[in-house]
Nanobody, 115 residues
Framework: QVQLMESGGGLVQAGGTLGLSCAAS????????MGWIRQAPGKQRELVAS???????IYGDSAKGRFTISRDNAKNTVYLQMNNLKPEDTAVYYC?????????WGQGTQVTVSS
């Protein structure tokens, strides 16, 4: 089992910045991918960004150019720096951990961007 503890999130004005972090604990092994998926009310879940333990990154279209994902393998922690936030970024952001066919999700943290 892998447990994910998210922190960050909250309310920010449009154009502002916000940072999220997610620490993984439990049966951690190398070769995993950590990332963020978000879901807004009435919308489908979408990939925000992901990063492998080797540092390879993938960004969803909405995040490109504005968000940066990074990780600290020693701390089993992934970070998401969000800049120039827009009201359409309002959603619940879920941390994910994937490895060896297993997938775990965090509880989610709310990000609200006011216009």
């Amino acid at each position: 089992q892998v447990q994910l503890m998210e922190s960050g999130g909250g309310l920010v004005q449009a154009g502002g910045t916000l940072g999220l972090s997610c620490a993984a604990s439990g049966s951690i092994f190398s070769g995993n991918i950590m990332g963020w998926i978000r879901q807004a009310p009435g919308k489908q879940r979408e990939l925000v960004a992901s990063i492998s333990s080797g540092g390879s990154t993938i960004y969803g279209d909405s995040a490109k150019g504005r968000f940066t994902i990074s990780r600290d393998n020693a701390k089993n922690t992934v970070y998401l720096q969000m800049n120039n936030l827009k009201p359409e970024d309002t959603a619940v952001y879920y941390c994910t951990w994937t490895g060896r066919g297993l997938e775990y999700w965090g509880q989610g943290t709310q990000v609200t961007v006011s216009s």
